[in-house]
């Protein structure tokens, strides 16, 4: 027995310090192991923008109303088809914070423009696409020119909040006489603000959607027949709204960036103000966040004009402004 104990304490005596050995082998690093300790920082993208002296007039008369557009930093403007121009407007807010603004304005009075909505894959069914594929596949079966599109009445499941009309066909109902809607009646071609933001204090037909060859709604109202609406949240993202002025002759539709250091966003109520310095009397929020989109027409393409906030935006419907 006491040889039996001998044997077994000498070969642990060896074992151990081989097992050791092999455990320290198998960790030791490959000769073809990439080295990390020399890595580069990630290159960020700068956002350097250009001095820019000559201010737009558009962009004046929302500085000379919109206090909280603290520094002018740079514009751009591009006529889209006669009547319609697209600019581009950068500046610091009150909070020394960067955004990027994008208007469209649509002159009546220089050429008539009318709206229809546009559906993904210009098909009847509840689902989302890009808004600049969405526009190119619209226009096929549309026989007016297709100049404008914004994001419209969105949902991540791709079912319209409220009613919603393409086409004179009746996709989906909805008898709220609150949320704001744009449309246009079989056999003309006038845009409509429809609903108010309080049916007591500012009563208002309801809406027979079998009356409508385009029906799209809203979220929130901005202004309404020139009374302010005003909200308690300052919460500032990516937002796209649409307003008219009081004569009906001009249309303006916005959208501003929200992504990060790039832009910081807008609230409601700023953008009310924005609105209310264009001139309008009626304009409502439509959708904002990573929907946020609005493209124009560029030859026969059609371009996204807004940064999205993380890859291009899909979006439920959309509101298509078309000339003649």
Request: aromatic share 8%.
């Amino acid at each position: 027995m006491k040889n039996s104990i001998k044997i077994n304490f000498a070969y642990k005596a060896l074992f151990v310090p081989l097992m050791i050995g092999l455990i320290l082998s198998s960790c030791k690093q490959r000769d073809d192991y990439p080295d990390f300790s020399n890595l580069e920082p990630p290159v960020i993208e700068e956002d350097i923008i250009p001095t820019d002296n000559d201010v737009l007039p558009i962009t004046q008369r929302i500085k000379n109303s919109a206090p909280f557009l603290k520094t002018f930093l740079m514009d751009s403007t591009q006529n889209v088809t006669a009547g319609i121009d697209y600019s581009h407007i950068r500046f610091l807010n009150d909070l020394d914070q960067k955004v990027s603004m994008h208007i469209v304005e649509m002159d009546q009075s220089k050429k008539k423009v009318s709206m229809v909505a546009l559906s993904p894959y210009d098909d009847y069914l509840y689902t989302t696409q890009q808004l600049p594929e969405m526009m190119k596949m619209n226009q096929e079966t549309i026989p007016s020119k297709l100049m404008v599109g914004i994001v419209g009445d969105n949902h991540s499941s791709g079912t319209p909040t409220g009613s919603y009309v393409k086409k004179g066909r009746v996709i989906k109902t909805s008898t709220s006489l609150t949320l704001p809607y744009i449309g246009v009646k079989k056999g003309s071609s006038e845009i409509l603000f429809l609903n108010s933001p309080n049916s007591t204090t500012n009563p208002v037909p309801a809406i027979v959607p079998d009356e409508y060859s385009s029906l799209i709604a809203g979220q929130n109202w901005l202004l309404f027949n020139g009374i302010d609406v005003i909200y308690t949240t300052t919460t500032t993202v990516a937002r796209t709204a649409i307003g008219m002025t009081a004569d009906k002759q001009k249309l303006y539709a916005i959208t501003v960036d929200g992504v990060n250091a790039f832009s910081a966003g807008i609230s409601l109520n700023n953008f009310r103000t924005i609105f209310k310095a264009l001139g309008c009397n009626m304009a409502f929020f439509t959708s904002g966040s990573t929907t946020n989109a609005l493209s124009v027409r560029e030859q026969d393409d059609f371009i996204l004009k807004n940064k999205p906030a993380a890859g291009l935006p899909v979006v439920a419907n959309a509101i298509g402004f078309v000339v003649d």
